[in-house]
């Protein structure tokens, strides 16, 4: 994890599976679920979704941008958190650089200075889900 802003999380991992198969992790409803949390998420900027995130509810989502199999970025609980969550795609050697950029938090609320020491914490770990989530997927 990098803290360069004090405002946003920003995670990087490598995943030995090329970009075109990370990139189903991030939009197919079925494989996110088995990394991260259930919801409709789709590559299609405008499309509205929730994800299911357990203790803290379900939370509101909007697709912002889109780049096949190089971005996504979707709006994350507006009107509580109000953050963004970017992902970036890049390829290195057979596999993925896969990066995330949470940004947007309001450190001078406490709900935002919550989610943002929490999700700071959990982000790495979510992470390396994603590999073996694909190799189970794949089996």
Known sequence: MST???KVIRCDQFIAHPPATVWRALTDP???ARWWATGDVRPV???RFTLDMGQWGQQSCEVL???PERLLRYSFAPGTLDSTITWQLHPE???TRLLLEHAGFDLDSPL???AFEGMGRGWPGILRRVEP????ASQ
């Open 65 to 67: 941008a889109v780049e």
């Open 4 to 6: 360069t802003d004090p």
């Open 93 to 95: 050697g057979t596999g």
């Open 112 to 114: 935002g200075r919550t």
């Open 30 to 32: 079925e494989l996110h």
């Open 133 to 136: 989530a694909l190799a189970a």
């Open 45 to 47: 900027v405008g499309h």
